[in-house]
């Protein structure tokens, strides 16, 4: 698959504008996002690609007046060594988990340690979103339980579960991409109760989950939220991420219509991860 790469230059003193492009981005189709000295470098696949609609968001994006941008093309090509060569470093998250390709080297013991060859997959562990998710997943009572991963990306949050003892467990995703290196993930961690599914919410049927996990992002989430209740049993408990604070009324709104009750939740530089419990 090809790929075109736009770098956007921003104040990056200014950290948040780098997180709030990102998600309207992901609006429009862009995949993966690094933020560097620069500013932001994100991915969209070639045939996603919209110039219009890159144009309109920047033109209506209120939290910079001007952000220019430059782009290339990225043929397919082997993505484990663009991510050595610039992106993925090491994830390692006190003595609890640590996250690495297969090509790092002198990797610390940790209780979890997950393998992940990203490619061009969303999921790394190095977004906050993400990282407040596996710390979610990390700490919660999950052994024996079965599991639903919604917008799966790498799989990481599924492979921890999994390494935690969560059986059986569903991962699920609407990109081919992700899809495929979702399951090159699961294999190289060695992990066997994994399903990996292509496809949204409409894949969801009469099957029960005592956890759900969806980090996505607020529309869908919003969207999708009746879908996840539906596969919840009383007890249920629903983690959500891949929205900012000042989002959680909204989204706390419509889950009370679904009788979900907040438990808690985790703030990491403005994103945060909800904890839902089915009364």
């Known amino acids: 698959m090809d790929y075109l790469e736009f770098i956007f230059r921003y104040d990056t003193d200014k950290d948040y504008i780098g997180d709030l492009l990102s998600a309207a981005l992901g609006e429009i189709g862009f995949e993966s996002f690094v933020k560097g000295n620069e500013g932001l470098t994100a991915y969209v696949p070639q045939n996603l690609y919209n110039e219009e609609a890159i144009k309109s968001l920047l033109a209506s994006f209120e939290y910079a007046d001007n952000i220019p941008y430059e782009s290339k093309l990225i043929k397919g090509q082997n993505w484990n ?106 294999k190289l961690n060695d992990v066997n109760n994994i399903r990996v599914m292509q496809g949204g919410a409409e894949l969801l049927g009469k099957e029960k989950f005592d956890i759900i996990l969806a980090n996505i992002n607020r529309n869908i989430l919003l969207h999708d939220m009746h879908a996840y209740a539906a596969c919840m049993n009383t007890g249920s408990e629903l983690f959500m991420s891949g929205f900012y604070k000042n989002d959680i009324p909204v989204i706390d709104e419509e889950a009370k219509k679904l009788g979900l009750k907040l438990i808690s939740f985790e703030e990491k530089n403005l994103w945060v991860a909800v904890h839902y419990k089915k009364d």
């Not at 790394?124 to 052994?143: P, R």
């Not at 969560?166 to 991409?177: F, H, Q, S, T, Y």
């Open 81 to 186: 060594e663009e991510w050595e060569k610039h992106y993925f470093q090491p994830i390692i998250m006190g003595n609890d988990c640590v996250i690495h390709s297969t090509f790092h080297k002198d990797i610390p013991a940790a209780t979890y340690e997950i393998l992940i060859d990203p490619k061009m997959s969303f999921g790394t562990g190095h977004h906050e979103t993400t990282s407040l998710m596996l710390g979610e997943v990390l700490k919660a009572d999950i052994k024996g339980k079965s599991l639903l991963d919604m917008g799966c990306g790498t799989a990481v949050l599924a492979i921890l579960a999994s390494k935690r003892g969560a059986n059986p467990i569903l991962a699920i995703d609407i990109d081919e991409w992700v899809y495929e290196n979702s399951l090159e993930n699961i």
